[in-house]
């Protein structure tokens, strides 16, 4: 029952470092989230992906980009990570008409 | 543009009372739905409660249920019979009429007292 899996689960990057978060989920759903979540801001969307070879930005994509590289997988990219992309990244993936399930999480932080 | 309003940043309960949890929402599409997850503080996100734009009735689950008034754009969740393990931070959330993009509001802590 893996569901969605995100990688790593803790970073640590130097300012001006590159990263890419994994994201994968095994429901076959169509639809993959990524978010980020800091304190009292609540889940702010940052891209989406509707189906497989699409990709929208969301509420705060400015810093990022994604790849939906096929259905199962959605990937995450900080091209040069910055103090205020420190925060914990939060993959999830929706079916049609279901709820969106979440991965773990990754705490990432940018000093 | 969707806004989710979550205006109660704390709440209060004390075990085995019932407790409501503020949302509303402003949007322009005629078809969209709402949700609600819990986040415990060891971070996951559970889903709990989904009420459709078109469902005629408030949806329930075990404890969980939702007061919907769509006149008023809100939202509520309604937790009954409140044990300690529901502590936790709250999150509605709204999908738009494209079937796709999800947003959250900034969530309310609840914090359930002996």
């Known amino acids: 029952n893996a569901g969605v899996t995100q990688t790593p689960k803790f970073q640590v990057l130097k300012t001006g470092q590159s990263m890419t978060l994994q994201c994968a989920q095994d429901?076959?759903?169509?639809?993959m989230y990524w978010y980020r979540q800091d304190p009292g801001m609540g889940l702010r969307l940052i891209y989406y992906?509707?189906?497989?070879?699409?990709?929208d930005k969301g509420e705060v994509p400015n810093g990022y980009n994604v790849s939906r590289l096929n259905k199962r997988e959605f990937s995450l990219r900080l091209e040069s990570a910055a103090p205020s992309q420190t925060s914990v990244y939060f993959c999830?993936?929706?079916?049609?008409?279901?709820?969106?399930?979440f991965g773990q999480g990754t705490r990432l932080t940018v000093v | 543009a969707q806004k989710i309003t979550q205006t109660q940043p704390g709440m209060f309960v004390q075990e085995k009372e019932a407790v409501t949890l503020d949302c509303t929402y402003d949007?322009?599409?005629?078809?969209?739905?709402l949700f609600w997850y819990k986040q415990p503080s060891s971070g996951e996100m559970i889903f709990l409660i989904y009420?459709?734009?078109?469902?005629?009735q408030n949806a329930t689950e075990g404890r969980y249920s939702l007061n919907f008034q769509k006149a008023r754009k809100s939202a509520n969740l309604v937790i009954s019979a409140s044990q300690l393990g529901d502590s936790a931070m709250y999150f509605c959330a709204m999908r738009d009429s494209s079937g796709y993009a999800l947003n959250f509001g900034k969530g309310t802590s609840l914090l359930v007292t002996p």
């Open positions: 999830a993936s929706r079916g049609q008409g279901t709820e969106a399930f």
């Open positions: 429901m076959n759903h169509n639809s």
């Open positions: 949007t322009s599409d005629p078809s969209y739905g």
């Open positions: 009420q459709g734009s078109y469902d005629q």
């Open positions: 992906s509707a189906s497989e070879g699409t990709t």
